[in-house]
């Protein structure tokens, strides 16, 4: 029993200390009817339906097939660097960077250590994950903060690519110059069978998430889209809502009661106001640092209508601490369970490079504001 909470602790630390948060602020703002329009459901159905999607697409091998398929067309060290971190970069604009790194990294562990070269491990992993975080930058769908932006405050599609492309721009140079300062070399990467299995159940995953994707645009509404969902694998393959995340949307459901209680407390309304007018860039970039861009997004969004700062400053706040954003924590789980795994170097290029990235990045921003 003992081990099973150890073990769950570890595994789902933002969710316990999401709950903790609630529980604490529940201190102060006892629970009333009022909690439930904290909660934004329109968030959580989306959330909901690209998950069973991608856990569907998954489960058929499609993820592996393409990154495998990358992969084996490369003939050298940087090029094989470059398909395995701007790989990332693509798919997570579409399936998010959490799903994309759970996809990705295995598959590179895997990759390395077949072509004997477990020492680019920490620098492809740390690349791959800050290449997923800028690729997300781009779509509504890339990561939960940018979703809930979009939805929170009515957004277009376009609005997110227009305000984040430049961000996204800059930093994809600062890590495409990381591949090229690489030792170059010839590599010979053993074939791996990872072809595409039931077709017709792909056909239907894709369908679910066209589906999704038309509800997030506002062309199907997203109980329709949800009933959809479910339909669809209740009567193919029941199991794989098995796959989805639940704990990623108990951890919402627990942060949009967090911060909505944080909203009628009066001292926290002041400090958070005074930051977001300070310089939102800056301020929520910070924040994130401490509390993950996730529910730094949900507890500021609260205290500004300038989303285009907020959003601006929570995905560069995901560049930073190991805590600054979950794609960062599956990443350095998955490293860390790797057989010889180097956890002091890897943990010294993910700090640098991080790091630089969210200093160059805030400093632009703000001067471009400026």
Request: aromatic share 10%; glycine share 4%; proline share 4%.
């Amino acid at each position: 029993m003992g081990r099973l909470v150890s073990r769950f602790l570890r595994e789902e630390v933002v969710l316990v200390v999401s709950t903790v948060l609630m529980l604490v602020s529940m201190v102060f703002v006892p629970p009333s009817a009022e909690y439930l329009d904290y909660i934004n459901l329109d968030t959580l159905i989306v959330l909901f339906c690209m998950m069973v999607a991608v856990a569907g697409l998954a489960g058929c091998n499609v993820f592996n097939a393409i990154s495998t398929k990358a992969v084996m067309r490369s003939s050298s060290v940087r090029s094989l660097a470059l398909v395995l971190v701007f790989t990332p970069f693509f798919l997570a604009m579409v399936i998010s960077n959490d799903v994309t790194l759970l996809t990705v990294v295995p598959l590179s562990i895997t990759v390395l250590h077949l072509i004997h070269r477990d020492d680019l491990m920490p620098v492809i992993l740390v690349l791959q994950t800050l290449m997923a975080n800028l690729g997300s930058f781009l779509t509504p769908m890339g990561n939960p903060h940018n979703l809930y932006i979009f939805q929170n405050y009515g957004l277009d599609v376009a609005d997110v690519p227009a305000t984040m492309a430049l961000t996204s721009a800059i930093g994809v140079l600062v890590v495409a110059a990381s591949v090229l300062t690489l030792k170059n070399g010839p590599v010979a990467v053993a074939h791996r069978d990872e072809g595409v299995t039931d077709r017709r159940f792909v056909l239907l995953m894709v369908l679910v998430f066209i589906v999704t994707l038309a509800s997030v645009v506002r062309i199907v509404p997203k109980p329709a889209a949800f009933a959809f969902t479910i339909l669809a694998i209740v009567l193919t393959k029941p199991k794989t809502l098995t796959k989805v995340d639940y704990s990623l949307l108990l951890t919402f459901v627990t942060l949009f009661i967090f911060t909505g209680n944080l909203a009628k407390i009066d001292v926290f309304t002041e400090m958070f106001t005074g930051l977001m007018e300070w310089n939102p860039i800056a301020a929520s970039a910070m924040a994130s640092q401490f509390t993950s861009n996730l529910p730094a997004t949900l507890m500021l969004s609260s205290y500004t209508d300038d989303w285009a700062g907020l959003m601006i400053g929570t995905n560069i706040g995901g560049f930073g601490t190991p805590i600054a954003s979950m794609a960062g924590l599956i990443t350095l789980k998955q490293y860390f369970k790797t057989e010889g795994a180097d956890r002091k170097r890897y943990l010294a290029v993910f700090l640098s490079l991080n790091f630089l990235l969210l200093t160059t990045l805030i400093v632009i921003n703000v001067a471009w504001m400026y």
